[in-house]
C-alpha cells in the first residue's frame, strides 16, 4: 500500500517536473518582449535593458528556470506585465469563480451520470434504456460551449431568470453568485454526464457479465441487490478513471465556458494573458492547471485503492 | 416422489434447439452424474434447474424440485430456493468470487439473505462452514479476499457459499476441471463427504467418465442436447451397452499404436544441464533488495532423436516455463539447452534461425493459436520463413498441401480460414503447421487438454502415427498421466521447478517412488480402476 | 468443457452482412456520407458565394432564397456551413492521421520492447493528459499563431497519447496469444510480428478510436475557431459563426442555430458510426441486446 502511494506520488512529481520544463521552454520560444510590452514601443533602448535587468530576463535560461519554479514553491509567482500585480492575487481573485463552477459542475455531472447509467444497465434493452441512450448519444455530440449559447437564449433572453453572463461576486451573498454560476455549470455538466452516463452503464453491464455475479445470483439474492451489492462496487474502477480524466475536460472547457459567459475566472485569466503575452501569468496559471490535474489523479488512484483489495496489496 | 424430476425437458436458446426430451431424476441423498462431451447441453440442464439461463432461453416440459414447479414458479419463489434449497458450484473458481469483497462477506451474505439472522451470528456460521471445507480461521480468516487464495481455496470457499444453509440438492458444473489432478482429488473428497454428512442429492456434471465412475451412484449419459443412456454407474460403465457410452469409454482409456523406442546410445538430440529461471517478484519494500521466484530450479535432462518424452506435473511446477526456454521463447537465468549440439541460450534471432527450423511447437488452444484474420494456407507456412532460400509459391503450396495430409485433411482446406474448422481439426492444422519444416523435434504443451475425449484419441493417433513415420522427438507436457502414458516412452516428473523423478513412463506410474510422483498417480483418475472399484463395492 | 466460445468469423462477406444489419452503423455511415459529401459539393458549387457581402440582405430569417437565412454580412448561411464543413472535416482527418500515424508505431514499439521505452511512453502520456487539452491547444496556436494548420497541430498532439495508448494495449494483450508464441517459434522477429499478427488484430479498435477522435476533433476545432484560434475570416467556420451569433442572438437566435446544429450532426453520425464499427468488427466487444 505504501509502495502503490508512493510510486503514484513520484509518478504525479516527475509529470509535475516534466510539465514545468515544457511550459517553460514554450513560454522562452513565444515571440514578444514582455520588457517592451511594459513600457510600450516608445521605450529607449536603455529603460528596456534597465527593465530587462530588473526583471532577471538577461539572466541564464537554466537560473530564470529554477527561480521561476522555486519562486513558485514558495507561492511566488511573480508579477504580471499587464496587470501590475502580483500573480497570485490575481489567481487567488480568479480561482474563486473558477473553483466553485468546476466543483458545481463535476457534482451535477456525477449526480446525474451514475444514477442514470445503472438505471439504464438494469434495464438493459428496454425502452427506458434505449431512450436514455438515445438522450446521452445526443449529449456527447453537443459541444458544451453552444449549449451555452442555447441555455443563455432559453433561460436568459426568452425566460429572464437568470444573467445572460457576468460575474456579481460574492460580496453581495452567496445566492447572486451561485446564480450567475448556474448556467455555466449545466453548459459544462451536462455534456460531460452523457458520456460519464454511457460509461457507467456499460461498465455495469461488463460487470453483470461476470462470473461472480451468476455466484451471487445462485445465493438466491434477486438482480436488483446483487446490482447493488455486487455490480456496483466493480463497476466504479472504470467510470472514476472516466471522471479523473474528465477532470482535466472540465478545466479546459472553463476556458471556452468562461469566455461564453464572461466570466471573470481562470480560464478567461490565462486566455487574456495569453494574447496579450502575458507571460509570466501564464506559465502561473498554467502550472497550477496542471498540478491540480496531477492532483486530481492521483486522487483517483487512491481511491482506486480503496475500491479494489487487488491494488491495496500490491504493497 | 424423488428431490429432482426432469421430464421431456426441451430448451432452445432463439431458434437454437439446445436440449431435446430431457429426462432426469435424482433422490435424496444420491450422486448423479452427467456426462457429456462439449455440446452436449449438460450445462445447460443444470442452469435450467437455478433458472439463470441466458434471457433468450426458452424452456418448456416439467422439472420439479421437491415438489415444486420450476418452470412454472415465480422469480421469488426462484430466489428463495436458491442458495437455500438448490446450491451451485461452478467450473471457474477464479473468475466465480468478487474481487472486492472478502470471503467472509461472500459466504456470511447468502445466509443472511436467506435467514435473516444477525451479522454476527451469520458470521459465526461462515466461520464454521469455511472451517468444514477446509479453511481454518487460522490461515483463512472471514477478511481475506479471494485474490490471497489460489484456485484450490477458491472452489473451497465457492463450495462454503453453496453448502453453507445445508441444501437438499448441489449442482457442480465441472467442479474440478480448471484445477490440476491433485487439487481435484481433495475438492472431490470433499464434495462426496459434504454430500454423505448432509444427505444432500448431488448432480455432477463433468466431461470426465473416470471423476464421474468414481463419485457418481447412477450416470446420466448426454450428446448433441439428448440422454443416450442413463443407469446405475457401475453397471453401465462396465457393460456399455448404448454404443455411445462404448464410445465414450474406449475413447477415454485409448492408447495408439505405436512402438516403443528404448532409450538409444545416439548423441542426445535436446541436452538441458542445470536450467535455471528465476522471475522478479514485486517488491514488499521500497528499499529491499530485489526478490526473485525461482520458476526452474536447475533441470537437467536429455532426449534422443525420435524419443517421446514427457513432462507431468501439477499446475504452477515449472514445466511451461521449461518448455519456453527449451523453444528459446524465454531466456534461462542459468544453466545451458544444447539442441542438436548447438547452444540455444543467448543466441540471437539470427543464430536461432538454423536450430528454429528443427524444433517446433504445438500448443494447447486450438482457438488461440490461430491468427484469426489469416487464411490456413498463410497460417500452416509460417514456420517456411526458417529456410533459406526462402522456397516459391508454388513450393509453398505443395508444402503446405503436404503438411495437410500428413495430419490427415485435405489440400483443399488451404484456403479456408481457422474458423471453418472445429476444434479437433484446428488441432490437426496446428500439428500441420509444426511439421512442415519437417522437424527433428516437436514441443506440445497440453496439446490434448482442451478437446473431448473422443477426439483426443484421434489427436493421440496422429501424434504416435508421425512420430512413427517421420521420425520426430516429442517433448509432451501434461497433467494427464493417461496421455502420457499413452504417447511416451519416458518421463520427467516435476515438482516445484525440479525434475524428482525420470525414468519409464510405465514403471514410474505404476511404481513411483518421489512423493510428488506419488501424488499425482494417487490423484489421476482411472476409468477402468474406477469401474474396477464400483463392481467391487456394489458386491 | 469450456472451449465453445464461437469463434470470430472474418471474412469481408460475414462483415458486410452484419454492417448492413447494424442500424447505429447505417445511421451514422449516412450521416457521416453526407456531410462529407456536402463538403465536396462546396468546392464545385454552393447557393451563394460565401465571400459576397450583401448588406442590404443582412440578418434575414429562413426564406425560400436562404433555407437558413443570413449572418450579419448578408452572407447565406447554408453555404457557409457547406464551406465550413470542408475545414473541420479536414481539420479532423489530419488531426486524427498525425495521432494513428505518430501513435500506433509509438504503442506498437512500447509493447514489443516492454521495460524502458514501454515506461518512457507511459510517462509521456502521463504528461500530456496532465494538460488539459484545449488550454494546451490554446497555447499552441498563441505561439504560432491562429489559424487551420496550428489548430491542426494542436489537436493532433493530443491525439498521439490515445492512439499509443489504445495501441499498447491491444498489442499487449496479443502477445502472450499463442498464435504470436507460434510465429516467434518460427523465427519471425518482433517488427515482422506487429505487422503481421498484431496490427490486423487491432486494426479494429484502432478504427473505433479513429472514429471517436474525429468527433472529439470537430468540437475541438469548432472550440478554437470559436476562441478565434482556427481557421481566420474570410474562410467561413462552424465555431467562428457561433461566436459571431452570440452577440445578435437577441435579434437572429436561427444565427446559432444551424452551425450548432451542423456540428451536433456530425459529431452524433460519427459517434453512431463508431459505435456500429465496434459491434460490426469486434464481435467480443458487441453488447448483447
Not at chain 3, 7 to 13: F, L, R, S, V
Request: charged share 20%; aromatic share 6%; hydrophobic share 50%.
Amino acid at each position: 500500500m505504501t509502495a502503490f502511494i508512493l510510486k503514484r506520488l513520484g509518478i504525479g512529481l516527475a509529470t509535475l517536473v516534466l510539465a514545468s520544463i515544457v511550459v517553460f521552454a514554450v513560454m522562452e520560444i513565444l515571440p514578444g518582449d514582455p520588457a517592451q510590452l511594459m513600457l510600450g514601443f516608445n521605450a529607449t533602448e536603455d529603460a528596456l535593458q534597465a527593465l530587462r535587468n530588473e526583471m532577471g530576463l538577461n539572466d541564464p535560461v537554466l537560473w530564470r528556470y529554477f527561480a521561476w519554479v522555486g519562486g513558485m514553491l514558495i507561492g511566488d509567482f511573480g508579477n504580471s506585465y499587464t496587470y501590475s500585480s502580483p500573480v497570485i492575487e490575481l489567481i487567488g481573485e480568479r480561482a474563486i469563480v473558477s473553483l466553485p463552477l468546476a466543483v458545481i459542475s463535476l457534482i451535477l455531472s456525477t449526480l446525474i451520470a451514475i444514477p442514470v447509467g445503472m438505471f439504464a444497465a438494469a434495464r438493459r434493452g428496454s425502452v427506458a434504456d434505449t431512450s436514455v441512450m438515445g438522450v446521452t448519444q445526443l449529449g456527447v455530440a453537443i459541444p458544451n460551449f453552444w449549449f451555452a449559447l442555447l441555455l443563455i437564449y432559453l433561460f436568459a433572453v426568452w425566460l429572464r431568470l437568470v444573467p445572460a453572463g457576468g460575474f456579481p461576486g460574492w460580496s453581495g451573498g452567496i445566492w447572486p453568485g451561485v446564480r450567475s454560476l448556474l448556467l455555466p455549470a449545466v453548459a459544462l455538466a451536462l455534456p460531460q454526464a452523457a458520456i460519464l452516463a454511457r460509461v457507467t452503464r456499460s461498465a455495469m453491464l461488463e460487470v453483470l457479465g461476470e462470473d461472480y455475479i451468476r455466484t451471487a445470483r445462485a445465493k438466491g439474492m434477486p438482480r436488483r441487490v446483487v446490482l447493488w451489492r455486487h455490480a456496483l462496487r466493480n463497476a466504479l474502477i472504470p467510470v472514476l478513471t472516466i471522471m479523473g480524466l474528465q477532470f482535466a475536460f472540465l478545466l479546459a472547457g472553463t476556458i471556452i465556458i468562461e469566455n461564453v459567459f464572461y466570466l471573470p475566472g481562470l480560464g478567461r485569466l490565462v486566455f487574456q494573458a495569453i494574447t496579450q503575452r502575458d507571460l509570466i501569468v501564464v506559465e502561473g496559471v498554467v502550472m497550477l492547471l496542471v498540478a491540480s490535474v496531477v492532483i486530481v489523479n492521483l486522487a483517483v488512484d487512491l481511491t482506486y485503492a480503496l475500491v479494489d483489495p487487488r491494488l491495496r496489496a500490491r504493497a | 416422489m424423488s428431490l429432482l424430476e426432469i421430464e421431456n425437458l426441451k430448451l432452445s436458446i432463439g431458434d437454437t434447439p439446445i436440449l431435446k426430451d430431457i429426462d432426469l431424476t435424482l433422490e435424496t441423498g444420491e450422486v448423479m452424474g452427467l456426462v457429456g462431451e462439449s455440446g452436449s447441453g449438460k450445462s445447460m440442464t443444470a442452469l435450467t434447474v437455478m433458472q439463470l439461463l441466458p434471457h433468450a432461453a426458452k424452456a418448456s416440459g416439467r422439472v420439479t424440485f421437491d415438489g415444486i414447479d420450476i418452470l412454472a414458479a415465480p422469480e421469488d419463489a426462484m430466489n428463495r430456493l436458491r442458495g437455500d434449497d438448490i446450491g451451485m458450484v461452478f467450473q471457474e473458481p477464479m473468475t466465480a468470487l468478487n474481487p472486492v469483497k472478502t470471503i467472509g462477506e461472500q459466504v456470511a451474505e447468502g445466509i443472511r439473505w436467506h435467514t435473516g439472522a444477525s451479522r454476527a451470528n451469520a458470521e459465526a456460521r461462515a466461520r464454521a462452514i469455511l472451517d468444514r471445507v477446509g479453511l481454518p480461521e487460522r490461515q483463512f480468516p472471514l477478511t481475506r479476499y479471494p485474490h490471497e487464495l489460489s484456485g484450490g481455496q477458491r472452489q473451497r470457499v465457492v463450495i462454503a457459499i453453496a453448502c453453507a444453509l445445508k441444501p437438499k440438492l448441489l449442482i457442480a458444473d465441472e467442479p474440478t476441471t480448471a484445477l490440476d489432478v491433485v487439487l481435484q482429488a481433495q475438492i472431490l473428497e470433499l464434495l462426496r463427504d459434504l454430500v454423505q454428512e448432509d444427505r444432500m442429492g448431488l448432480l455432477l456434471i463433468s466431461h470426465d467418465l473416470a471423476v464421474v465412475t468414481d463419485m457418481a451412484d447412477r450416470v446420466t449419459i448426454m450428446r448433441h442436447g439428448e440422454v443416450m443412456e442413463t443407469g446405475e454407474t457401475a453397471r453401465t460403465l462396465s457393460q456399455q451397452k448404448h454404443p455411445y457410452t462404448r464410445q465414450l469409454a474406449e475413447a477415454s482409456v485409448h492408447v495408439p499404436d505405436r512402438r516403443t523406442k528404448a532409450g538409444t546410445d545416439a548423441e542426445p538430440l535436446l541436452q538441458v544441464t542445470g536450467a535455471e529461471k528465476d522471475y522478479p517478484i514485486r517488491r514488499t519494500s521500497l528499499f529491499g533488495p530485489p526478490r526473485h521466484f525461482r520458476a526452474v530450479d536447475g533441470v537437467s535432462f536429455s532426449l534422443a532423436p525420435g524419443q517421446s518424452k514427457a513432462l507431468v506435473g501439477r499446475s504452477g511446477c515449472g514445466k511451461s516455463t521449461l518448455a519456453r526456454m527449451i523453444l528459446a521463447l524465454d531466456h534461462p537465468t542459468g544453466g545451458s539447452i544444447r539442441f542438436d549440439g548447438t547452444e540455444l541460450t543467448g543466441r540471437t534471432e539470427a543464430e536461432l534461425k538454423p536450430s528454429r527450423r528443427n524444433m517446433q511447437v504445438v500448443f494447447q488452444d486450438p482457438y488461440g493459436s490461430f491468427n484469426p484474420r489469416h487464411k490456413v494456407e498463410r497460417l500452416v507456412a509460417e514456420p517456411l520463413h526458417l529456410l533459406e532460400p526462402q522456397p516459391s509459391p508454388a513450393d509453398r503450396r505443395d508444402r503446405v498441401a503436404q503438411a495437410l495430409v500428413d495430419v490427415g485433411m485435405s489440400p483443399a482446406d488451404m484456403d479456408k480460414y481457422p474458423h471453418e474448422f472445429s476444434g479437433g481439426q484446428r488441432q490437426r492444422l496446428s500439428i500441420a503447421r509444426a511439421v512442415i519444416t519437417r522437424p527433428r523435434l516437436i514441443v506440445a504443451d497440453e496439446p490434448v487438454s482442451a478437446l473431448d475425449v473422443s477426439i483426443r484419441a484421434q489427436i493421440l493417433d496422429l501424434f504416435a502415427d508421425l512420430n512413427q513415420r517421420l521420425g520426430v522427438a516429442y517433448l509432451f507436457i501434461t497433467h494427464d498421466l493417461t496421455v502420457a502414458r499413452a504417447i511416451t516412452d519416458q518421463v520427467l516428473v516435476m515438482h516445484e521447478g525440479r525434475i524428482v523423478e525420470e525414468g519409464d513412463t510405465n514403471r514410474v506410474f505404476d511404481n513411483p517412488r518421489s512423493d510428488a510422483a506419488r501424488a499425482l498417480v494417487e490423484a489421476a483418475p482411472d476409468l477402468e480402476r474406477a469401474i474396477a472399484r464400483r463392481l467391487a463395492a456394489a458386491q | 468443457m469450456s472451449m465453445e466460445a464461437p469463434p470470430p468469423e472474418n471474412t469481408p462477406e460475414h462483415w458486410l452482412r452484419l454492417a448492413l444489419r447494424n442500424r447505429s452503423f447505417l445511421t451514422g455511415l449516412l450521416i457521416t456520407a453526407l456531410i462529407a459529401a456536402m463538403a465536396l459539393i462546396s468546392y464545385a458549387w454552393t447557393p451563394y458565394d460565401v465571400t459576397d457581402l450583401i448588406v442590404a440582405d443582412r440578418m434575414k430569417t429562413m426564406s425560400a432564397e436562404h433555407i437558413f437565412g443570413t449572418d450579419h454580412f448578408g452572407r447565406d448561411i447554408f453555404s457557409m456551413i457547406m464551406v465550413g464543413a470542408r475545414n473541420s472535416i479536414a481539420v479532423a482527418i489530419v488531426a486524427v492521421g498525425v495521432g494513428m500515424g505518430i501513435g500506433v508505431p509509438l504503442g506498437c514499439w512500447a509493447a514489443a520492447r516492454g521495460g524502458f521505452v514501454d515506461e518512457a511512453l507511459m510517462r509521456f502520456n502521463d504528461l500530456v493528459f496532465a494538460f488539459p487539452a484545449l488550454l494546451s491547444a490554446v497555447m499552441i496556436t498563441a505561439v504560432f499563431g491562429p489559424g487551420a494548420i496550428n489548430a491542426i497541430i494542436a489537436i493532433g498532439i493530443f491525439n498521439v497519447p490515445v492512439f499509443a495508448r489504445v495501441a499498447r494495449a491491444g498489442a499487449l494483450a496479443l502477445w502472450p496469444r499463442e498464435y504470436v508464441l507460434a510465429a516467434r517459434a518460427a523465427g519471425k522477429g518482433k517488427v515482422l510480428i506487429t505487422l503481421e499478427h498484431i496490427l490486423p488484430n487491432i486494426a479494429s479498435m484502432l478504427l473505433v478510436q479513429g472514429t471517436i477522435q474525429f468527433a472529439l476533433g470537430i468540437i475541438a476545432e469548432a472550440a478554437l475557431s470559436y476562441l478565434g484560434l482556427g481557421a481566420q475570416p474570410p474562410m467561413p467556420s462552424w465555431g467562428r459563426m457561433l461566436f459571431d451569433a452570440q452577440t445578435r442572438m437577441m435579434v437572429a437566435p436561427h444565427l446559432a442555430i444551424f452551425p450548432g446544429l451542423a456540428i451536433v450532426i456530425t459529431v452524433l453520425g460519427l459517434n453512431l458510426l463508431g459505435d456500429g464499427l465496434r459491434d460490426v468488427l469486434d464481435p467480443r466487444l458487441r453488447r448483447e441486446r
